[in-house]
């Protein structure tokens, strides 16, 4: 079952439309109303994109991390974002922590709000 929370592997479009690669990605929730469609989050290992104060890296000495099916420190870009339909996700690898999806959940929030 997918859920909040979860590393999934996608083939995250890129900014231009060009076609985008395989990567993981944070399923951040299920949109409203009957589609099966999900935001979520590209994550990356190029940790030098990081948007300062914004983004969220995941260490392999966190507490999540061996659970996250990430395989190097990773960088959640919370800016990068993407709305998919369930069928196209190419299943989960991993999970973070529900306090990790949290703080990420905020910071996104604030972001939209504009604060």
Same mark, same amino acid.
Do not use: T
């Given at each position: 079952?997918?859920?909040?929370?979860?590393?999934?592997?996608?083939? *995250? &479009?890129q900014t231009n439309q060009e076609q985008g690669k395989l990567r993981p990605a944070l399923l951040l929730e299920k949109t409203p109303g009957s589609? &099966?469609?999900?935001?979520?989050?590209?994550?990356? +290992?190029?940790?030098?994109?990081?948007?300062?104060? *914004?983004?969220e890296t995941i260490h392999e000495s966190d507490e999540d991390?061996?659970?996250s099916g990430l395989k190097t420190t990773s960088l959640i870009r919370i800016g990068r974002l993407a709305v998919v339909e369930e069928n196209l996700l190419?299943?989960?690898?991993?999970?973070? +922590?529900?306090?990790r999806l949290k703080r990420i959940r905020l910071k996104l929030a604030k972001w939209i709000r504009g604060r």
């Open positions: 079952m997918i859920k909040s929370g979860q590393v999934i592997l996608f083939n *995250f &479009p589609h &099966p469609d999900w935001l979520l989050c590209m994550i990356s +290992s190029q940790l030098h994109h990081e948007v300062k104060g *914004f983004d991390f061996s659970d190419l299943g989960a690898i991993g999970k973070i +922590s529900s306090q």
